[in-house]
């Protein structure tokens, strides 16, 4: 009833808009083309009648059962007419039909899981995570006052005129603007981000292509990811090696289960069984904890999946490869201690 | 999805990148710091390509020691046991003596033949402890047998080796302890 009568004002004070004003408007020599259009009325705009006063028919409301009349079908809808299928292709933003996340399982883009929880990460959340939390802890007593530090981009010294509204200049000692070091806390506990392996084969491009699907295979096998292939960039004249022209290297990067589960075979089976391996050299890393190392050809054999059926594989064309564990530790001091509590040794000078 | 503004970036410096579209989420790092980049929206449809997997199967891994655990693999085969990992190599067990490579010499036989004929070098070598009082029962029980089973064969072959020294210089017994004198010199 009240939503009847709202409607009722609705409609009465809707076509106020629509009237012309009753203040007279200044005289104005300017002519516009939407003078001479005739006057709107609300009813050329709007239907007026509202749908909440139409009347249905008591048979036609009886009628109306859409459980009876779906179980008194004999044959199943065809599957369009009940199930969603994503748009194939992404026609931009302003396409009437979006496709859905890649959340949704009904999106062409969904990849189910995870299934399993991989021991690597077990151990993680059990026992590396606290660990770490407790090694980095550092004991401030109670209103203590960090020491202000210098800015990290210093700012130029006025001795010149040129020096106005130059850009800040970079750190003393390079270019490189480092990343931010912040004290562990409990919600920043350096983990394991992401793993690439990837895997240079020079022979691709100067003898025939089957280096690379012989080298994407093993990389495949030992990684349960798909691999993505890149061409070169750079030129190489010993190898014939041409930027943009050959395709040189194949890549996998593995996240989430898929990540822990080759870490784990890595660290417990394949590490151990390489002859006379030291461990990961002390200084590896790129200064904002991702740290790499390499495994020969000989090495990459010992895969458990390789080695299950290595007479698929020629023997010359087992690729080697470079493994990068990309953590989020911000320093490689951080990642060195991540990574030796999860079981990876590192020899030499350990360069922080 | 939920940024649909795939972008064309096209290099100014090189002639033929007109061409070149790339998804935006993956542009190489090094073409995107190489040079400047025009931006213009890219009207195309986009094919979405179904993400491919490769089929895994769960494999039990058995370490040398028994434990075992369960991984996704593209191994077919359900169980995988290891002879040589973690549990049993000596760089994840540092102080493991078992796993050290030190020579076996429970009855001194080594020490007595460098003592005898060896060299001064590695006449003076320290002779490796066997740490029999950190291990269990049943191993030191069974050190104590092998142990004991050795020293009698030892001295099997040591009255051996008597018999043919003495049948060798029949006519004099003396010299044979004189040469063994001298040998030790």
Same mark, same amino acid.
Request: with cysteine; glycine share 4%.
């Given at each position: ?37 005739? +006057?709107?009325?609300?009813? /050329?705009? =709007?239907?007026? +009648? ?19 009349? +779906? ?5 199943? =809808? ?28 009904? &999106? $062409? =883009? ?20 606290? /660990? ?13 006052? %960090? ?9 130029? /010294? ?40 990837? &895997? ?8 025939? &292509? ?34 943009? $022209? ?31 391996? %030291? ?52 320093? /490689? ?5 991540? =990574? ?13 | ?8 970036? @096209? ?10 579209? #790339? ?24 094919? #979405? ?49 078992? #796993? ?10 080594? @020490? ?51 018999? #043919? ?21």
């Amino acid at each position: 009833m009240a939503a009847r009568e709202q409607s009722r004002y609705l409609a009465r004070a809707l076509p106020r808009a629509f009237m012309p004003s009753a203040r007279p408007q200044p005289f104005l020599g300017r002519r516009n083309a939407s003078d001479e259009a005739p +006057a709107r009325r609300l009813s /050329d705009e =709007l239907e007026t +009648a509202s749908s909440l006063t139409t009347v249905v028919s008591e048979d036609a409301a009886k009628s109306f059962d859409p459980a009876a009349q +779906a179980k008194s079908r004999k044959s199943k =809808l065809p599957r369009s007419r009940y199930q969603f299928r994503s748009p194939k292709y992404d026609r931009g933003p302003l396409h009437p039909h979006q496709p859905p996340p890649p959340s949704d399982p009904s &999106s $062409r =883009l969904f990849v189910p899981g995870p299934f399993t929880l991989p021991r690597a990460e077990q151990t993680y959340n059990s026992t590396v995570a606290s /660990d770490i939390l407790t090694l980095c802890y550092v004991h401030t007593p109670p209103g203590f006052k %960090p020491p202000p530090k210098a800015p990290r981009l210093r700012e130029w /010294d006025d001795s010149s005129p040129y020096h106005k509204n130059r850009p800040l200049r970079g750190p003393r000692g390079g270019d490189v603007l480092r990343l931010l070091r912040k004290p562990i806390r409990f919600n920043n506990i350096p983990k394991i981000e992401r793993i690439t392996i990837h &895997s240079y084969v020079k022979n691709a491009a100067h003898e025939n &292509s089957s280096w690379l699907h012989v080298a994407g295979m093993a990389i495949q096998a030992i990684s349960n990811t798909r691999v993505e292939t890149f061409k070169s960039k750079s030129s190489v004249a010993t190898w014939s090696i041409a930027p943009g $022209r050959d395709t040189v290297a194949v890549k996998a990067e593995l996240q989430g289960e898929t990540m822990y589960h080759f870490l784990g075979k890595l660290i417990d089976v394949v590490l151990p069984r390489i002859k006379d391996w %030291p461990g990961i050299k002390g200084s590896s890393g790129d200064s904002s904890g991702n740290i790499t190392f390499g495994l020969v050809p000989e090495n990459v054999a010992m895969f458990p999946e390789i080695e299950v059926n290595y007479d698929m594989y020629p023997p010359k064309m087992i690729p080697g490869c470079h493994i990068t564990l990309h953590t989020t530790a911000k320093a /490689d001091k951080d990642a060195r201690l991540l =990574l030796s509590a999860m079981g990876i040794p590192f020899y030499g000078k350990i360069v922080h | 999805m939920s940024m649909h503004t795939s972008l064309r970036r @096209a290099a100014a410096t090189l002639p033929n990148s007109t061409t070149t579209i #790339l998804p935006t989420g993956r542009l190489p790092a090094s073409q995107s710091n190489a040079t400047t980049f025009v931006c213009s929206q890219c009207r195309h449809a986009t094919l #979405l390509r179904r993400p491919k997997r490769p089929y895994t199967f769960t494999q039990l891994i058995t370490l040398s020691d028994g434990s075992a655990f369960t991984h996704r693999t593209t191994s077919p085969a359900p169980v995988y046991r290891s002879t040589r990992d973690t549990r049993n190599s000596l760089l994840w067990n540092p102080s493991s003596s078992k #796993l050290m490579n030190v020579e076996e010499d429970e009855a001194g036989r080594l @020490a007595a033949f460098r003592a005898r004929f060896g060299r001064s070098f590695d006449a003076n070598t320290p002779v490796a402890e066997t740490s029999s009082s950190s291990k269990d029962p049943a191993t030191k029980k069974a050190e104590e047998e092998a142990a004991k089973a050795q020293a009698q064969a030892e001295q099997e072959e040591e009255d051996n080796l008597l018999d #043919l020294i003495s049948s060798f210089g029949q006519n004099e017994p003396q010299p044979t302890g004189k040469m063994a004198e001298k040998k030790k010199k």
